[in-house]
C-alpha cells in the first residue's frame, strides 16, 4: 500500500481509496479486465464505489502512464504492467495475454525520426486453450 501512495505521489493524484483499490486491483490481476470487470469486484469491497469514478479514475491513470488501455472492437480492457510488452487475443474466447516479445526498439525516444510516446503490439488469434479444445480456425 506504501509502494501505490509513494507512486501516486510522484504522479500528482491524491491517494484515495477509490483510486488506491482500483490500482490495486489492475496490478494484482494481470488479467486485463474491463470496467465492468473492475466495478463488480470492487463493489463487493466499497459499496458506494460508481462505475462513473472507476471511469474517470481509468481515464486519469492512463494520462499519467501508470496503466495502459488495451482497445477492443466492443470495449475497453485495461492493464496494470506498463513495461514494454505486446497482446495476444484469442478470437474465440476473447482472453488477452501478455507476450514477452523482444520490442527493445520501442524503448527507443525516436523511430525513424518520429518521436514515439507508446507502444501497443496486438497479435490475435487462437490461444494454446481453445486450441486444445479443438479450435483451429
Do not use: W
Amino acid at each position: 500500500m506504501q509502494n501505490i501512495k509513494e507512486t501516486f505521489k510522484s504522479k500528482g493524484i491524491k491517494p484515495t481509496i477509490q483510486r488506491i483499490k482500483i490500482y490495486k486491483y489492475l496490478i494484482e490481476h494481470r488479467t486485463h479486465p474491463d470496467v465492468d470487470t473492475i466495478y463488480n469486484e470492487l463493489i463487493k469491497e466499497i459499496p458506494t464505489i460508481s462505475k462513473t469514478t472507476i471511469y474517470n479514475t481509468l481515464k486519469e491513470f492512463i494520462g499519467k502512464n501508470l496503466i495502459l488501455e488495451i482497445p477492443l472492437e466492443s470495449k475497453l480492457c485495461f492493464d496494470g504492467y506498463t513495461q514494454p510488452h505486446s497482446h495476444f487475443i484469442c478470437e474465440e474466447c476473447r482472453k488477452i495475454y501478455d507476450l514477452n516479445i523482444d520490442f527493445s526498439f520501442a524503448r527507443r525516444k525516436k523511430i525513424d525520426g518520429h518521436i514515439v510516446k507508446k507502444f501497443c503490439g496486438i497479435f490475435r488469434g487462437i490461444c494454446r486453450e481453445c486450441q486444445k479444445k479443438g479450435v483451429n480456425k
